[in-house]
């Protein structure tokens, strides 16, 4: 079943269980009938549409409560794992988590942010986690990077990758790679590292466990930040020093 449709059967639910609450108190209420119920309903609308925007701010509140204790949860997972690649300051005390997708139009908005953000606070450190759904060169950039990280070369690779101009192929990025200082033939093999792949799949897995619906995604103190404006990630970052 798809997400629309599954959207639809949890609404038709939703009313019918509504519909069915409202004839108990009715016949409760007033020993009434179906059409105590059919008048009560049509005398007051507003009911089933109250009813449904509760419904909705239940479900968006417990959703938002799940996805905290979840970020609790993974805090090691997500700042203290010692196979991610980062940028920054690697003895931060202020540890960004960065979600993202090579092939991203938003991750390369965001990227002269935190670029920006970096050079401004010598305590922050970005943990960056790539992610590979969006397009066939996604993974190839991703490995290209993870695999950098063997050669101590991730930032200049994740800096070299975003700062290609035009659509990625695997000959800009080898080249980029190359213009980064990083052994291509090395990296090759180490892109196909049981190592490279795992800590990809980890890194979706992780995404997945704790409802990363899209990217970019930022993560500072246990809280998701959805911005893409360098003053409400400033100020973020300065809160939590």
């Known amino acids: 079943m798809n997400k629309i449709n599954a959207v639809y059967v949890s609404l038709v639910a939703l009313v019918v269980s509504i519909v069915t609450l409202v004839m108990c108190i009715v016949c409760c209420k007033k020993g009434g009938d179906s059409a105590s119920v059919e008048q009560a309903l049509n005398d007051n609308p507003e009911m ?43 003895e931060g005390d202020v540890v960004l988590v960065e979600f993202f997708d090579f092939s991203c139009g938003y991750c390369h908005k965001i990227y002269p942010v935190l670029k920006n953000v970096i050079a401004k606070n010598n305590n922050l450190k970005v943990v960056a986690k790539p992610l590979a759904f969006l397009s066939p060169m996604s993974k190839y950039a991703a490995k290209a990077a993870l695999a950098a990280k063997e ?74 930040i959805q911005t893409l404006d360098e003053g409400v990630l400033q100020d973020a970052i300065n809160q939590a020093k």
Do not use: C, H, W
């Open 151 to 224: 050669q101590n070369k991730f930032a200049e690779v994740y800096t070299a990758v975003f700062e290609i101009n035009g659509p990625m192929t695997e000959a800009k990025i080898d080249e980029a790679v190359v213009k980064a200082g990083v052994d291509l033939e090395k990296l090759k093999t180490d892109m196909e590292s049981e190592k490279v792949n795992k800590i990809l799949n980890d890194t979706s897995a992780l995404a997945a466990k704790i409802q990363v619906n899209g990217v970019p995604t930022l993560i500072l103190n246990g809280k998701i």
């Open 48 to 90: 089933i549409i109250q009813a449904m925007q509760n419904y909705e701010t239940r479900q968006r509140e417990e959703a938002q409560k799940k996805a905290q204790e979840l970020l609790a949860q993974s805090e090691e997972e997500l700042t203290k794992n010692p196979a991610d690649g980062f940028l920054g300051n690697a």
